[in-house]
């Protein structure tokens, strides 16, 4: 099973950024997908995921959209508005159980499968 995420890159403040995660070796149509990032000496931190709902972390809510398709075994989140401190690198993340708490999305532990991670910087 592999998560391959894509599309990061550098940008301006205001600016936007379509991240994708493609999955191959089983399909997650039925499961949790997400999205979490880490900041240079910070700890890993949920961003938006995508199981019995969609759920966004306070920092993205109305900025950030994560959506999916599931022909493609893929997910994607889209980011407008971004700001210096979305500077990260953003992983995806997926687990066959779907979620439907926002203590379950939220925790790195609850998610088995992972991705490598895109960096995104946003110059201000």
């Known amino acids: 099973v592999q998560l391959q995420a894509s599309g990061g890159g550098w940008v301006q403040t205001g600016d936007s950024l379509r991240l994708s995660c493609a999955a191959s070796?089983?399909?997650?149509?039925?499961?949790?997908m997400a999205w979490f990032r880490q900041a240079p000496g910070a700890e890993r931190e949920f961003v938006a995921a995508?199981?019995?709902?969609?759920y966004y972390a306070n920092s993205v809510k109305g900025r950030f959209t994560v959506s999916r398709d599931n022909a493609k075994n893929t997910v994607y989140l889209q980011m407008n508005s971004l700001r210096p401190e979305d500077t990260a690198v953003y992983y995806c993340?997926?687990?066959?159980?779907?979620?439907?708490?926002?203590?379950?999305?939220?925790?790195?532990?609850?998610?088995?499968?992972w991705g490598q991670g895109t960096l995104v910087t946003v110059s201000s």
């Open positions: 070796g089983h399909s997650f149509s039925r499961s949790t």
């Open positions: 993340a997926a687990d066959d159980r779907a979620f439907n708490t926002r203590d379950a999305f939220s925790q790195p532990s609850r998610y088995y499968f």
């Open positions: 995508d199981g019995r709902g969609t």
